[in-house]
């Protein structure tokens, strides 16, 4: 019977690879995250038929594929994990407290943009499609209602268009929720169409700063669970770069273990229990 030969990284590869990863996406895994890397990839080294990750790292860094196996790579080492209503309590105080408030002040222009930047499979930003649904009701017609998803990994966002989910995307959800907005068909849940029309996906690299720039101001964006993954400098230059996109009176929501604390940045953390939630300012 064949044997497969299970790839090893050793420390030295481990740590070249790290530094390129760092540095094309921010994430940083540290010491101890060296087996998922190596298990995340070894799967990859095996269908590009190499022997060795130093050869991995020669066909990553360099010749004419660096920019399709980039995006494989992300493909398969990011940490993807999310659900339909993920944190509800957070979810809470945006429905009742943030949007009330952002919708009053937007009576006039009846325009409201959202950003869900790191949103995975889409259920972050279809989450805050069916809260504003169910919040504006029939007056979501008189709105000009924009929610944006980005992802750097084109294969979450392929599934996020998709719209059809396994039932651990909807373990956090209502079951009058969704038996609103979704279809059961078989083992999937298929979202209601107007939801998703309510939700745009783009590709987007969170260390490319300069590249969100083409999206223009949003009045809230959610960054969540992704922030974790980055070192200080990255988390800095993403929480600028969402205070340049916020409108002035915008909300950043983070994630509920993520803490701009330490970062050098300008917003304040309101005062709302179970919030995550930040104002810019200018101090
Ligand atoms: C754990 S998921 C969080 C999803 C959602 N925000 C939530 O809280 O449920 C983290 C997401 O961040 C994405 N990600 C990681 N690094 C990124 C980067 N540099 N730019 C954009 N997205 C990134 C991953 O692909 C992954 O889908």
């Not at 325009?111 to 499609?129: D, K, M, N, Q, V």
């Not at 078989?186 to 590709?203: A, Q, T």
Request: charged share 30%; with cysteine; hydrophobic share 35%.
């Amino acid at each position: 019977m064949p044997t497969t030969k299970r790839l090893t990284l050793s420390d030295a590869q481990f740590e070249t690879l790290r530094k390129v990863v760092y540095d094309r996406s921010g994430i940083h895994f540290q010491d101890s995250k060296k087996y998922v890397l190596e298990s995340r990839l070894s799967r990859r080294l095996e269908e590009l038929e190499f022997d060795d990750y130093d050869q991995y790292l020669m066909f990553l860094t360099s010749g004419p594929y660096q920019t399709d196996e980039f995006q494989e790579m992300f493909n398969r080492i990011t940490i993807n994990e999310t659900s339909f209503f993920r944190n509800e309590p957070q979810l809470d105080v945006f429905e009742q407290r943030i949007l009330p408030e952002i919708l009053e002040k937007r009576k006039s222009s009846k325009t409201l943009r959202l950003w869900s930047a790191a949103c995975s499979s889409g259920e972050e930003p279809y989450t805050l499609a069916m809260i504003l649904h169910r919040s504006l009701g029939i007056r979501l017609a008189d709105w000009k209602i924009e929610i944006l998803g980005t992802d750097i990994s084109e294969k979450v966002l392929n599934i996020a268009n998709g719209g059809r989910y396994p039932h651990y995307a909807v373990k956090s959800t209502n079951p009058m929720v969704l038996s609103r907005y979704f279809k059961q068909e078989g083992r999937e849940y298929i979202l209601d169409p107007e939801i998703m029309s309510m939700v745009h996906f783009e590709k987007l690299n969170l260390k490319d700063t300069y590249a969100a720039r083409r999206f223009g101001t949003f009045d809230v964006i959610f960054c969540r669970n992704v922030m974790i993954y980055f070192d200080d400098q990255m988390k800095t230059n993403c929480v600028k770069m969402f205070h340049k996109q916020l409108a002035d009176d915008g909300t950043l929501m983070i994630g509920h273990s993520e803490s701009l604390r330490n970062l050098d940045v300008k917003f304040t953390q309101l005062n709302i229990p179970q919030g995550f939630a930040y104002q810019k300012s200018d101090a």
